[in-house]
């Protein structure tokens, strides 16, 4: 009797051993697996190769922000704003700086897998990023096609391909029904006190404007060197082209960068002749939907601007 359970517990223990040493090769293959690694390019060229889906990403701007939570991802890290973030599931998580200057402190305690950086801005960051061990992908918006292409190349970051697929012909059937019925001249002016710069189509703002079906008047200035998308403020040139609306983005005080940049304008006496003035059509467009990247909610902003042109002016 001892015999046969001495057997029955030999056998049972090299039936064991079997199945140990069967599923060993199955388990040492799925931690080496490279089947699964995928790999994207950024703005830049950058190749970026992931072997698992980034769980903790952290986003240095807007844009970015509201693309990842449209395409149904989250953040571990949003860029640090004065007041409530644009989207509100965000609002308890971490700020870590902005494009212009990274917290690098907070970035390291959210552990991040990815930064979500501007092509322009933030490239001198990439090898700072790496030695925390995430990587950083680079973009930027100077049209809303570029917006397009964020949302595909974050969909294939997130592997949602698909639900990227869905935004962007949800934002361009949207985009379709937007058009001013009459075109007005408008000068698009960025502005901070004692620093004001027109829009030229080739920038973000520009390119909404002229989806919207507004004329730039400034379409034609001389570009600046450093921000090649805005040029020199021409009071002289502005006054010839007479816009019909002169529409400020500020991402300070808006009624300040306002009063400043009139009683700049108004050194010059004819500039209360502009159609603009007259009517009284010189006003701060929104922070979040101007003078930044704003996302998805790009045709809000199209949408927004149509509305302003399409409304009644007295000097016409």
């Not at 082209?241 to 005080?253: F, K, R, T, V």
């Not at 050194?267 to 003078?291: E, Y």
Request: charged share 20%; with cysteine; proline share 4%.
């Amino acid at each position: 009797m001892k015999q046969t359970l001495l057997l029955s517990f030999l056998l049972l223990f090299v039936l064991s051993g079997c199945g140990q040493a069967a599923s060993t090769p199955e388990n040492i293959h799925s931690s080496t697996d490279n089947s699964k690694q995928y790999s994207i390019t950024d703005f830049t060229g950058q190749k970026i190769t992931f072997n698992t889906v980034p769980e903790h990403v952290v986003a240095l701007s807007n844009g970015e922000m509201d693309i990842i939570y449209a395409l149904g991802g989250k953040l571990v890290g949003r860029p640090t704003t004065s007041g409530k973030p644009i989207i509100a599931e965000a609002e308890a998580v971490e700020q870590i700086g902005t494009t212009h200057e990274l917290d690098l402190e907070k970035i390291t305690s959210v552990r991040p897998d990815v930064v979500l950086g501007n092509a322009q801005m933030n490239a001198k960051d990439v090898q700072t990023i790496q030695e925390l061990g995430a990587q950083m992908v680079l973009t930027e918006a100077q049209a809303v096609d570029d917006i397009k292409s964020q949302i595909t190349l974050f969909g294939e970051m997130l592997q949602k391909q698909e639900k990227a697929k869905e935004l962007i012909t949800q934002m361009e059937d949207k985009l379709q029904t937007l058009k001013t019925e009459d075109t007005k001249r408008v000068l698009l002016v960025y502005g901070a006190p004692g620093t004001y710069m027109a829009a030229l189509p080739n920038s973000l703002s520009g390119n909404i404007l002229e989806i919207a079906g507004g004329e730039n008047i400034a379409s034609d200035f001389p570009s600046l060197e450093t921000y090649p998308q805005y040029a020199q403020l021409n009071v002289e040139r502005i006054i010839e082209a007479n816009p019909e609306y002169i529409l400020l983005m500020s991402h300070g005080n808006p009624e300040e960068v306002k009063e400043g940049f009139m009683k700049e304008m108004e050194q010059n006496a004819a500039w209360n002749n502009l159609d603009a003035v007259k009517a009284g059509n010189v006003d701060i467009l929104p922070a979040d939907l101007f003078g930044t990247n704003p996302g998805t909610r790009v045709v809000d902003a199209v949408e927004y601007l149509v509305k302003i042109l399409d409304s009644p002016n007295e000097a016409s």
